[in-house]
Nanobody, 116 residues
Framework: QVQLVESGGGLVQAGGSLRLSCAAS????????MAWYRQAPGKQRELVAV???????NYADSVKGRFTISRDYALNMVYLQMNSLKPEDTAVYYCNKFMAGTYDYWGQGTQVTVSS
């Protein structure tokens, strides 16, 4: 069964931190590079971070140096540590395989709201 469950979002002041978690089904986690995406109101979903291997991670320029993606193979979990949050980081955050498309399965996401 395909499943993606994101959690850890919330309301935080600018400069604060949050850690997002994603529980992925083995069918997705075991066979794919994993990523975090976000979608702000009125905007398209964008790739935020991807973990390509144990040592290679890529980030959107807007979050580089502030966000860190990681994964736990034993637990089928993906994490996104977000520091120095800005109001423009406000969005619904989703995890999924890298290069997931519109017609792939998506979880419900987790809302992150950063107040100024």
């Amino acid at each position: 069964q395909v499943q993606l469950v994101e959690s850890g979002g919330g309301l935080v002041q600018a400069g604060g931190s949050l850690r997002l978690s994603c529980a992925a089904s083995r069918s997705i986690f075991a066979n794919n590079r994993m990523a975090w995406y976000r979608q702000a109101p009125g905007k398209q979903r964008e790739l935020v971070a991807v973990i390509l291997s144990d040592v290679v991670r890529n980030y959107a320029d807007s979050v580089k140096g502030r966000f860190t993606i990681s994964r736990d193979y034993a637990l089928n979990m993906v994490y996104l540590q977000m520091n120095s949050l800005k109001p423009e980081d406000t969005a619904v955050y989703y995890c999924n395989k890298f290069m997931a498309g519109t017609y792939d399965y998506w979880g419900q996401g987790t809302q992150v709201t950063v107040s100024s």
